[in-house]
């Protein structure tokens, strides 16, 4: 059986309450030896304190729960880790909750945390929350507890939030097919209203329209972030004579290889592709991408070093923190061949 | 403010010993009209009872701990999607404990989440777990909650465990090779002493012994799960004249794949390759790749679910429960070109 104060009391030679004055701290009124006399059974017994008892009386559970859309997804995965660690610093717990993308589970999770009195909420929320948010942030007042938001604002839910600067980190990328000298680059966009895609490419416009080129549309194809969009967008870009391709995430570069694989098409040599998050895959193609790499790790880190700063009771700013992504230059892209 | 048993007994004009009763299903002693009043009371202010003094009436945490070494490789995400769904099934919170494959670290999670008071704990062992097995032993038995072992068995921790059938994938995918034609058909296998790349070797030398082919030492090099050593070892291979490659796990087979880009190799038509564990990335490539698909998605929820009948008290079979692979037959592989 689990060892509880009452067998330290018996070790001891004392009485439960005198016990738990002693090991709490607040044996001013006992005597030096009494205190020690229950320290020393507490320890020979090896007796660690029930934390249920515990946060009853400090009205903490110690517990933080994370809602995400998919841990299966490597972004997320990350996020999940940065948190966790930065979590573990300070004794707290992270309870992890899996959306499954659905938004009436984002709701579902925000009302079963609150029940379970967690101290904060770490919320990513899913794609399209349509009018879930507002949902979300009628269970988060009635918990009133701190909550932050981690890779997606959202007007409904008034809460500080952590960002990747995605519109920068396409920036970054295309400007880098810009130096190698390419012109006619072609995006192939993530789905349309998904906020992150329409960061990123207004990213690409802008690099484009920093070395004054004129945006042609037709080298602006539709994706939906899956691996065959990303093949069939190629085709057509292809026949607009793009020399370059920035596809908007990694799964849509890997529809772009399997494209140029079964075409006879080399990279970088004859096709320079670019994507972005710095999937798991991405440096063991055997082309290795040249990428952006989202800060995912450090998201998570900094989502939880916010929350726990509001449940200490410090007051943190309300604007989001936007971190910068890296661009990871690799093998797939070079200067083109007329260069 | 939270919304207390307080408020509802004001707003109800009773006491609050009069609407726990209520509220608890203890109400046979009060009038019904009494009992209807708390009720609507609670209703219309949207009380919920407060976790934590439940957890100390029921000692129940209503809690799971999860111990994994990286929840960032896709293999862990998915157990911990797995485990999570089917706890979520029952009311319970996962609470996931991240042990960056240090065993040190898996003896503190284990004492930190026996503390905590959890009902259970699902544990992915580190890889190399040296004397800290025994240590995590103890804090399992110390808290005295049950424990279910994922992925890997331990002698010393005396708990029932889910497994993969990883000498039964390699078998499938080498059975696959040679049902193709091939006969000379090379090996990278994982660390040595690591138990799944143990089974897994296994699995390849009983798929060569069923088809009467005699092992060549030379056919078998030793990787170490990450693709560099995947690259090497396909020269090395090669050299022996080999027509197709099984790598122990898709890292390394994303080795095999770079080398043949490099080397003008076309993977299926002058090598066959196949891997193990049917990574995120393996449906992607340039060239799908057979593989084998660990269940680990299944064996999430089946460890779950152990897990959760002994809680309930309910026995559960001492013995490993084993699942087995699926072989996922892409592109990557085709008879040899002699055949």
Known sequence: MRVTIKDVAKKAGLSPATVSLALNGKGERLSPRTVQAALDAARELDYRPDQNALNLITHRSNAIGLILPDICNAVFARIAHGAQERCQEDGYHLILCNSDGQPQKDVEYCRVLADRGVDGMLLVLSPDTGGYAAECSREIRKAQVPVVLIDRESREIAAPAVCTDHELGALLVVRHLLELGHRKIGCIS??????????????????????????????????????????????????????????????????????????????????????????????????????????????????????????????????????????????????????
């Not at 960061?199 to 484009?208: E, I, T």
């Not at 194809?221 to 370059?244: F, I, K, P």
């Open 190 to 339: 993530g789905p349309p209203g998904v906020p992150s895609a329409q960061q990123r490419m207004r990213g690409y416009r802008r690099a484009l329209w920093e070395y004054g080129i004129e945006q042609e549309t037709g080298l602006m194809v539709e994706g939906d972030y899956r691996t065959e969009s990303g093949y069939w967008a190629t085709e057509r870009l292809l026949e607009q004579g793009v020399t370059a391709i920035f596809a908007c995430n990694d799964l849509m570069a890997c529809g772009v290889y399997r494209y140029a694989v079964e075409h006879g098409i080399q990279i970088p040599k004859n096709l320079s592709v670019a994507g972005f998050d710095d999937a798991e895959f991405s440096d063991v193609l055997a082309v290795p991408l040249t990428t952006v790499r989202q800060p995912s790790f450090t998201l998570g880190r900094a989502a939880a070093e916010r929350l726990i700063a509001q449940i200490r009771g410090e007051t943190v700013p309300q604007e989001p923190e936007v971190f910068p992504p890296e661009l990871k230059i690799r093998a797939s892209a070079c200067p083109p061949k007329s260069v």
